[in-house]
């Protein structure tokens, strides 16, 4: 068989379309305005409006809620469904070509001439159904990979840079290898966590930072700085999944200090993202709650559909944690308006991660907080944790890890022990296999929505389980 045709934007467009139409025919069948059917749904009619021209989707909460009003006979969420695989296949093809475009940057005068990984560059992790972590040859292909990148960082000359040394030229090749060196880094560490790559990203951001301090920058010092800066907010970010949180603090003061210095407010919103999801894991919600705020007013005109709904999803969870109920179900709507909003192409390239399995699991988060005060919230969180899973590919193993810790946090109140104790089990097995100190102390933390006197014997037991792992080395 010959090989697809990559999806575009035109066909994605029509294919929103077909779906709008689809949704009015049966609304009009059934005799429904569309003020009828949004006071049905709880949605507004400029949303249903905007769904039929084809203008939005919106998530598959709605689109169930329609079939089920309208008796559409499976046609509704049947296209939907089929809509969202066109689309996570378009992303899919996106990022590839991204990705392929940034090894020829990143090896632009490197020592690397071929492909770090053919198999990973040509169409992506392998497919899997159950998302579950593969521990065979996946591992072999991520070693090679972070060896790959190495190799890119040491040919670039970008390690072993100190302030006293011979000043040099900074040029669009030392911004483009940053750019892409961090970008592959990224990537590796949205499947498998930042245990495996703190270190060298951590070497790799420290280094780049010695280049702001070189004379001749010129015209690039700007550029340069962003870079920089990107750089930084990783190393953070890594060093926070592996449990460093000093190393993470002092990451994130450096790359933030210089976003604000050249003046980019979005790269500058989503470090104190990093910052504030730092608080929620510790429990500082309080701190994260005035960190999400700063950086909200921070923004500004530069404040973008993604970044918006990021920031008040965030928001929603730690008013959430700290007993705000209200408050964080009227933040998580204004998230899930910002995101319907969201042009992908209008976006910073950075905040490719934020997709609707992001905003669903939010929702997850916030009404397993709703349910420890009432358990009546513990259905419909699971409802939503289930829709985060179902969102994420192979390729985003940790936040599939992490919200089915969040599944089993909510099956518990809801009254699913079964189901809980399978889903948790599998949790404890496959969360060995991330490099990530954040997911241990998630999986530890599970013991406080099993109640100790449980009835459920099984579950009592699973609970013991749970407190009897040891605490991740530090």
């Given amino acids: 068989m010959g090989r697809q045709l990559m999806i575009d934007r035109q066909q994605l467009q029509e294919a929103r379309q077909e779906l709008g139409r ?49 008796n559409a006979q499976g046609e509704l969420i049947a296209a939907y469904d089929t809509y969202r695989r066109l689309e996570t296949r378009h992303r899919t093809e996106k990022a590839e070509a991204a990705r392929r475009a940034r090894w020829v940057t990143a090896m632009d005068g490197g020592t690397m001439a071929d492909d770090p990984d053919a198999d990973l560059l040509d169409g992506g992790a392998p497919a899997r159904d159950d998302h579950r972590v593969d521990t065979t040859g996946v ?25 006293s040394g011979v000043g040099r030229r900074v040029g669009a090749s030392d911004v483009a290898r940053i750019e892409a060196v961090t970008t592959l880094y990224r990537s590796v560490d949205y499947e498998i966590g930042g245990g495996a790559l ?34 930084r907010q990783l190393a953070g970010w890594t060093a926070f999944d592996a449990g460093r949180h000093s190393d993470a603090g002092r990451h994130w003061l450096a790359a933030e200090r210089t976003a604000v210095t050249v003046g980019d407010r979005q790269l500058a919103a989503r470090i104190r993202y990093c910052q504030a999801r730092q608080f929620q894991h510790l429990r500082h919600n ?46 998580l709507q204004h998230a899930r308006s910002h995101f319907e909003d969201i042009d992908p192409d209008q976006e910073p390239a950075w905040m490719r991660f934020y997709e609707r399995g992001e905003l669903l699991a939010q929702y997850g988060r916030v009404h397993r907080d709703l349910a420890r005060h ?31 810790i969040g599944l089993c946090s909510a099956l518990a109140p809801a009254g699913e022990p ?16 991330l490099t990530s100190r954040r997911v241990r102390d998630r999986v530890r933390n599970l013991s406080r929505d099993i109640p100790p006197d449980t009835r459920h014997s099984r579950l009592a037991d699973f609970r013991h389980t749970i407190t009897r792992i040891p605490p991740p080395a530090a």
């Fill in 22 to 70: 689809k949704l009015a025919s049966w609304r009009k069948a059934r005799q429904l305005i569309q003020s009828d059917l949004a006071r049905q749904v709880r949605s507004s009619r400029s949303t249903v409006a905007m769904v039929e021209r084809g203008h939005q989707v919106v998530d598959r909460v709605f689109w169930r809620q329609c079939e089920s009003l309208l």
């Fill in 139 to 163: 591992d072999m292909q991520r070693r090679s990979l972070l060896a790959s990148i190495a190799g890119v960082v040491a040919g670039s000359g970008l390690l072993g840079l100190t302030v």
């Fill in 198 to 231: 703190c270190a060298e990203v951590g070497r790799f951001a420290e280094a780049t930072s010695v280049l702001l301090h070189q004379a001749d920058a010129g015209r690039w010092a700007s550029s340069l700085a962003t870079a920089v800066a990107g750089a």
């Fill in 286 to 331: 309080h701190d994260a709650l005035a960190t999400i705020r700063l950086a909200y007013d921070a923004l500004g005109s530069d404040a973008t559909p993604a970044l918006l709904a990021m920031l008040r999803g965030t928001e929603a969870a730690s008013l959430a944690a700290v007993g705000e109920h209200s408050a964080a179900t009227t933040a």
């Fill in 374 to 404: 009432d358990h009546r919230h513990a259905d419909t969180a699971v409802e939503w944790t289930q829709a985060a899973i179902s969102t994420f590919g192979p390729q985003n193993v940790r936040s599939t890890v992490l919200n089915k």
């Fill in 418 to 433: 079964d189901q809980a104790i399978a889903v948790g089990t599998d949790v404890i097995h496959h969360e060995r296999h």
